[in-house]
């Protein structure tokens, strides 16, 4: 029998669903509006040899190649991947972000503030809650080496999760020049302190003693797998906290832990006990091109992060030919994990408008005076749908509206006023 599933890993979107989404994108974009975030577009592709710097990490790993076209595509000549491959679909909205302003700076004011939102592509192993195909909601500051950057995105990101009724929940927050000065302290070697974080990075995943074992697989010093881990046995009985970090970590700068603790102090302050933050020397994040503080969101109950970010003052250089560095700073809500959760939770999508079904007889002779009652309910500001009348099964018909979101219906008669209906969405009937 001849399937037509869509690709593996990646999903047909029914109406119902469409709806929360299109909500929850509203949502988001009108609280990073309000903080003057400005939304662009990047291509869905970009250059291969940009996608595979080494800047994405182990995303790069996962990176869907795209075949030369036409007449460059010529396999009598191949000899390597590079002679078939040159573009990449991206896996994230950070690097083509850095692209984009390399390429546009000229003209770009100095210090921007943007808004991304649209799909992504990994080639990871499809299971419950990961896709091939997904979308990814960034904001970023780009101009700005002021940790005020990292509380604007903070502040805005925990605002939209809020206004999406997400409640106590936890921000996570540490930073990268702290991990490079732990991995010193415990005698790691420098060209090994990104394997290091990796390993690290897997920690809520595989415990403490996953995290030993994997150390010692990698044939690390027994002297330094036994320090680090001395020290992250700290973070996790909660005894170490950012003011007793110098006592085990002496050569921390002191402007690294005075930029955290105002960032700290400076949200909780904004937070007004809605959510919390707190630093956290565990929280690696797996992105190589972060170059100070990161972050993370957390909702009780769920063992996954649904936002998360952080500083990259270096990667934009890079597209500049190392002509300048450029700070930037972004944050990313996991759009999918936020729809799931809240699908799981049954959230009702607010209706400020009606959407109303009208409901005509399917031998009506003449459509002009429903199609002007629609208008004239369309010009109310109401959604209005015409649909053929199932006489037999009206109340199933009904019952069916109310599932994509109809809130009223009415039945058209000839010569007889337009009666309009609420429909019983808790009772799932008509009254």
Known sequence: MYKCNPPEGMRDLLPQEMVLRNHVTKTILEIYNQYGFMQIETPCAEKINFLSSGEGGENEKMLFKILKRGEKLNFSTTTKEIDVVDLGLRYDLTVP???????????????????????????????????????????????????????????????????????????????????????????????TFDKVFIILDKLDKISIGGVREELEKSNFPTVSVDKFISIITLVLEKKLILDSLLKFLPNVPESVLEDLRFVINTVQQQAENEYSIEFDLSLVRGMGYYTGQIFEIEVAGYKYSIAGGGRYDKMIGKFLQGKEDIPACGFSIGFERVVSILKEQNFIVPQSKKKIALLYNENLTSFNHILSLARELREKGNFVSLEVLKKKNTKKQIDALSEYGYTSFAIFQNNEPLIIKEINTSKNHTE
Request: proline share 2%; net charge positive; hydrophobic share 40%.
């Open 97 to 191: 972000l850095s692209r984009y302003y390399a390429s546009n700076h000229a003209k770009l004011p100095k210090n921007i503030k943007v808004i991304q939102i649209g799909n992504v592509w990994r080639a990871e192993r499809p299971q419950k809650g990961r896709y091939r195909q997904f979308v990814q909601c960034d904001i970023d500051i780009i101009g700005s080496s002021n940790v005020i950057a990292e509380v604007e995105l903070i502040l805005a990101t925990s605002e939209a999760l809020r206004n999406l009724d997400f409640r106590n929940f936890r921000v996570r927050i540490n930073d990268r020049r702290i991990l490079v000065c732990l991995a010193r302290y415990c005698d790691f070697e420098e060209n």
